[in-house]
């Protein structure tokens, strides 16, 4: 049987689309993004904030109204909502259906620089972005602002990342969480973001608010 280079490049692109789609379940209610990139400043914007991550964790586990997720972290539905819309606007959550969800099966952090012959460049940062994981819920990788060492989940994020790993078809070295996800981020921005990006389309919305 004769395989052309197009066929074997189309399979394999379908292959890595495979790989992304396994980091969430299934869902009758909503088809999530394979991958996100999220602006540095809107991603640092909403996990510095502690109510923001849990408010994520609850909707990977599945939690997806406002007022479930207020009752579960013992906060107003107001303040809630509030949170809500700024996530949303950052692109980690969709409203769908009166309900939330994860925006995207993985997500990646992103800066925009222009050299000086004009040429406008995506800088994709390895040390941080975000995957939901069937145990923890949510996993946030905040780069400078990880404290792997003194983190009482250590060894639970080194497993996830480690899992995530695996779904990913993703060999990794270190032992370390952070440096074990920059790992991975380096290799599939190589072999599948990049892709990706080339056989999609970027979408710019200006926001006015």
Not at 16 to 43: G, H, M, Q, T, W
Not at 97 to 103: E, G, Q
Not at 161 to 175: G, H, N, T, Y
Request: aromatic letters at 10%; a positive charge; hydrophobic letters at 45%.
């Amino acid at each position: 049987m004769y395989w052309s280079r197009s066929t074997a490049i189309i399979m394999n692109f379908q292959h890595n689309i495979s790989r992304l789609k396994a980091l969430l379940p299934a869902s009758n209610e909503y088809e999530p993004d394979l991958v996100r990139l999220i602006n540095v400043r809107s991603f640092e914007e909403c996990t510095r904030n502690e109510v923001r991550y849990k408010i994520m964790a609850l909707i990977a586990r599945g939690v997806s109204t406002a007022s479930a997720i207020a009752n579960d972290i013992g906060i107003g539905r107001t303040a809630v909502y509030r949170h809500l819309n700024i996530m949303e606007r950052s692109g980690f959550v969709v409203h769908h259906n009166n309900r939330y969800y994860v925006a995207a099966r993985l997500f990646l952090v992103y800066d925009v620089g222009i050299d000086s012959d004009g040429t406008i460049k995506i800088k994709v940062f390895c040390d941080r972005g975000g995957f939901v994981d069937g145990e923890l819920g949510f996993v946030l990788v905040k780069g400078p602002y990880c404290k792997c060492e003194v983190c009482d989940l250590y060894e639970q994020c080194l497993a996830a990342v480690k899992r995530l790993a695996k779904k990913l078809d993703v060999v990794i070295r270190s032992e370390h969480p952070l440096q074990a996800f920059k790992e991975i981020v380096t290799a599939i921005a190589q072999r599948d973001v990049v892709n990706l990006i080339k056989r999609g389309y970027l979408v710019l919305r200006m926001e006015t608010d």
